[in-house]
């Protein structure tokens, strides 16, 4: 005769899928790392996954131009006077953003920040 | 009847039964401890306030409330210190025509900060500079920036020195038409104020506020880790490429360089960090960075470095209170004995 009967495996499958679960929805989706979103006046205005170049407009204004590649991105013009955002270079830490302060616009990854025990949480400049 | 099973067979059962189960609730206690008693996940928000990137990340239980008490500050204090917004209340100090002004305990505070700074550093931080930074078209991102005429220069000297600013109680008077400019240190105290107002509402957040790479620490990265802190490399392709790092847990950065607002004429470069006595741009230095424990002290140590030299830095900063760490115009980079603490994990 066994020690357990089947509605003991059945119990003990359920306990260990829920916990199983419990732990996983707590962790982030990888792939929401590799989107780029852009804020306009705080506001979500675009989200891109995919390589490629992208105008960013608002109200139908023209703005700037952003290029990604390879889950980089980087402005390659912008109509603000200083081109700050243009001489940035590429954006490629998920702690930190590209940012346009005359257009009011903020570029960063989706799913942000992405601490870790190592690995620069943010910049000094 | 007979039995079914055996007394040994049903004891062994048993003792399995609370064996299992026994280590099943172990594990669930695990999980739950895992999965809910640690602290909530970091928020994160950004906003353009005071003419810069800011961004808050806090995790506490009352995140959103910090976040939104944060971000209202910061609009109020910009609204305030803007010198060249006419509805600020710097503005009309500025434009009192020589008059005495009231003013409130804030602005006071930030007046006597800002003349201690000037007197501690022999005017190497200058908070009266508010007509050069017109003149040259720093004041706002949006203002056509260009190298004036010397005569022009000469002219706007006349009306710059902090010795021009005269404080009686709760009064100022401004004196040779000087205008006030606190850029260099409103916002490390805006930085100060979020997080007194984060460990405000709850002792126990965690987190830091970043304007403009100005960083004030909430409290350490998961409750008891650090925060690691890039120092951006003046003369990088990208604002990420770092030619430093610290470790804080507590405390403030803010550095200055020629990289934040700056135009280049006929190959040279013109930004934003003046001398007062010439009114051109400060020369030797090209990126400060301060830790100190407010960020106001560590903003406006970190502006006085353009001016004070690199050797005096070197001596003097410490006992002010900060350590610093200077790329000069070779890209050589200076750093004072106790900087090296922040330079590892604790």
């Given amino acids: 005769m066994k020690l357990f009967g089947k509605y003991d495996f059945v119990v003990l499958s359920v306990i ?68 700050l955002c243009v001489k940035s270079g590429w954006l490629k830490n998920s702690n930190a953003a590209i940012v346009c302060v005359p257009n009011r616009i903020v570029i960063h990854y989706k799913k942000f920040p992405d601490f870790k025990r190592s690995g620069i949480d943010a910049y000094t400049w | 009847m007979r039995e079914k099973y055996s007394k040994e067979f049903i004891n062994q059962r048993k003792k399995s039964w609370y064996f299992t189960y026994g280590l099943i609730a172990i594990l669930i206690v695990i999980v739950f401890v895992v999965s809910f008693r640690r602290p909530p996940d970091y928020v994160v928000k950004d906003e353009i306030s005071l003419g810069t990137h800011v961004r808050v990340v806090v995790s506490s239980k009352y995140s959103g409330k910090i976040l939104d008490s944060i971000f209202r500050e910061f609009r109020r204090i910009d609204s305030k210190f803007n010198p060249y917004n006419p509805n600020s209340k710097i503005y009309r100090i500025n434009h009192s025509n020589g008059n005495w002004v009231e003013v409130d305990d804030e602005i006071l505070f930030i007046l006597k900060k800002s003349l201690y700074y000037a007197d501690l550093t022999g005017g190497a931080f200058d908070f009266t500079l508010g007509r050069l930074i017109k003149l ?39 004196h040779d038409g000087v205008w006030l400019d606190f850029g260099a240190i409103v916002k490390g105290y805006a930085i100060d104020r979020a997080v007194q107002i984060a460990k405000k509402i709850d002792p126990k957040a965690t987190g830091f506020v970043d304007a403009g790479g100005d960083i004030g620490i909430i409290g350490p990265k998961f409750g008891g880790a650090d925060w690691i802190v890039g120092i951006r490399n003046p003369r990088g392709e990208s604002q990420q490429d770092t030619i430093g790092v610290i470790y804080l847990k507590e405390g403030a950065v803010a550095t200055s360089g020629d990289y934040e607002r700056f135009f280049i004429s006929n190959g040279k470069r013109y930004y934003h960090i003046f001398n007062p006595k010439t009114g051109y741009p400060a020369k030797g230095v090209i990126s400060a960075t301060v830790v100190a424990n407010s960020c106001l002290d560590a903003d406006a140590l970190a502006t006085a470095i353009f001016n004070l030299g690199i050797e005096y830095s070197l001596t003097y900063i410490p006992r002010y209170g900060g350590q610093a760490f200077i790329v000069d115009e070779n890209q050589k980079i200076h750093k004072t004995k106790g900087f090296l603490y922040f330079e590892q994990v604790h």
């Fill in chain 1, 16 to 83: 260990i899928f829920l916990m199983f679960f419990l732990l996983i929805v707590r962790i982030p989706s990888r792939d929401s790392l590799k989107k780029i979103a852009v804020e306009i006046n705080g506001k979500e205005s675009y989200i891109f996954d995919k390589n490629g170049i992208y105008e960013i407009k608002n109200n139908g204004k023209k703005l700037m131009t952003i290029e990604i590649l390879d889950h980089k991105v980087r402005v390659l013009r912008s109509t603000c006077p200083d081109k």
């Fill in chain 2, 136 to 174: 040259w078209g720093f004041d706002s991102e949006n203002s056509e920036k260009r190298i004036p005429s010397s005569d022009e220069i000469n002219e706007t000297l006349k009306h710059i020195g902090y010795d021009k600013v005269e404080i009686d109680g709760n009064k100022v008077r401004l």
